[in-house]
T-cell receptor, first 114, second 116 residues
């Protein structure tokens, strides 16, 4: 069983489109995250949710909107896609008490905007 | 604010040679420290982590890392490198962001090439 699963694995879309990336974890964690890895391989946090509540919201365009229907799911919706949004997006999850135990990443979604 | 520096962008070693990848961090409290490896086109695989206790941490694939508070370092080592170790290596520091959320701040990575 995949602990943190993301779909799709690859996403190619045209500029201006709206797309969503889904993330699900079956680890029983109550905190989930989105990270972005740019073309230079630099990884940076975008958002975190704890029990469906937004905790971290780094400086990202508000075209990016995370949605957490329950604590096992954290989806990322992107409106009006731009060329610069091309990147690999990683979902992650962790426990919320005592430290970042069990911090687990998904396998990533490679988004290409053409 | 926390930060991580990996001074070496690219390292090349011969297969069978020893390896040390450097990582320095900046963080005001006791750090949570991680090393991840990423093979081309793949996701992030956790090699090892340090939260507390013994400062020499053993990980998977024969890797180890040593936490040195006085030097703010968490260097990754392997005594004998295999060709399959060629990948990108990331050091990260975890910090508490509130309400049960922990943010990982990554270094820019070190690319390891292995000469057969």
């Amino acid at each position: 069983d995949t602990a943190v699963s993301q779909t799709p694995k690859y996403l190619v879309t045209q500029m201006g489109n709206d797309k969503s990336i889904k993330c699900e974890q079956n680890l029983g964690h109550d905190t989930m995250y989105w990270y972005k890895q740019d073309s230079k391989k630099f990884l940076k946090i975008m958002f975190s949710y704890n029990n469906k509540e937004l905790i971290i919201n780094e400086t990202v365009p508000n075209r990016f909107s995370p949605k957490s229907p329950d604590k096992a799911h954290l989806n990322l919706h992107i409106n009006s896609l731009e060329l610069g949004d091309s990147a690999v997006y990683f979902c992650a999850s962790s426990h919320s008490s005592g430290g970042p135990y069990g911090y687990t990443f998904g396998s990533g979604t490679r988004l290409t905007v053409v | 604010a926390q930060s991580v520096t990996q001074p070496d962008i690219h390292i090349t070693v011969s297969e069978g040679a020893s390896l040390e990848l450097r990582c320095n961090y900046s963080y005001g409290a006791t750090p949570y420290l991680f090393w991840y490896v990423q093979s081309p086109g793949q996701g992030l695989q956790l090699l090892l982590k340090y939260f507390s206790g013994d400062t020499l941490v053993q990980g998977i694939k024969g890797f180890e890392a040593e936490f040195k508070r006085s030097q703010s370092s968490f260097n990754l080592r392997k005594p004998s490198v295999h060709w399959s170790d060629a990948a990108e290596y990331f050091c990260a520091v975890g910090s508490y962001s509130g309400a049960g959320s922990y943010q990982l701040t990554f270094g820019k990575g070190t690319k390891l090439s292995v000469i057969p």
